[in-house]
Each structure stands twice: as C-alpha cells, then as structure tokens.
C-alpha cells in the first residue's frame, strides 16, 4: 500500500504536464475539437509517453530487480566517463 505513495506524486507531476500542455495546444485549429493538426499529434504523442513513463515507473516500483542489470550497466557506463 506505501508504494502506491510513491507514485501518487509521479501521477500528480504528469497530470500537471499534461494539463499544461492540453492548454497550450487547445484553440490552436479545427482537426480534432480545437487542436490543429500538428499541436494535435503533439498532444497525443505527449500523453502516450507519459502513460508509457507512468506505467514504467509503477513497475520499477513493484519489481525493482527487474531492473537491477539496467542499473548496473547505467554505473558501469557512468564509471567509465571519469571526472
């Protein structure tokens, strides 16, 4: 139950973004609703990369040792940039 803690504030932080987005490309045109074609496609990419970002990050938060060879060679590849 605490884990669901953890990415209430992710969800909160992508809303926000997404809503700050939504406002920008909203009144822009006449494709879909108001968006213009490109703010449109803009918007859509937008909230599928945030979907896919959230529904990472909920499973690095409920299967961390899923990632643990992601994050050794993250430390690897850190190491090697030296000072």
Not at 43 to 59: D, H, I, K, Q, R
């Amino acid at each position: 139950m605490w884990l669901l803690f953890l990415l209430l504030p992710l969800a909160f932080l992508l809303y926000a973004c997404g809503r700050a987005v939504y406002e920008i490309a909203w009144g822009t045109g006449t494709w879909w609703g108001e968006f213009s074609l490109r703010w449109g496609v803009f918007f859509l990419m937008f909230a599928l990369s945030e979907g896919v970002l959230f529904a990472l990050s909920a499973w690095a938060v409920w299967r961390p040792q899923d990632f643990r060879p992601l994050a050794q060679a993250l430390v690897r590849g850190r190491e090697k940039l030296g000072a």
